[in-house]
């Protein structure tokens, strides 16, 4: 079981430290990186950075991998 959460916590920061990479390089291209979570037919824009949905991927990746580590 440790082994599964250690894998798992690891897919959620390697998909955590690549949204980070895409945004440094997606700024000093000069374009905004962020994912719509709202709903554009109504107009309704919700943007989030690609570097804050990175953050939340390493925080919720820690979790297994600290758990896994201790099992």
Not at 15 to 27: D, F, R, T
Not at 43 to 59: D, H, K, R, S, T
Request: net charge neutral.
């Amino acid at each position: 079981m440790g082994r599964v959460l250690i894998w798992l916590g690891g897919v959620f920061l390697a998909a955590g430290l690549l949204l980070i990479a895409a945004n440094v390089v997606m700024h000093f291209m000069g374009l905004s990186a962020s994912y719509n979570f709202g709903d554009p037919s109504q107009f309704e824009f919700i943007l989030v950075p690609f570097w804050q949905i990175g953050v939340a991927l390493i925080a919720l990746g820690a979790v297994p991998v600290l758990i896994g580590l201790r099992l």
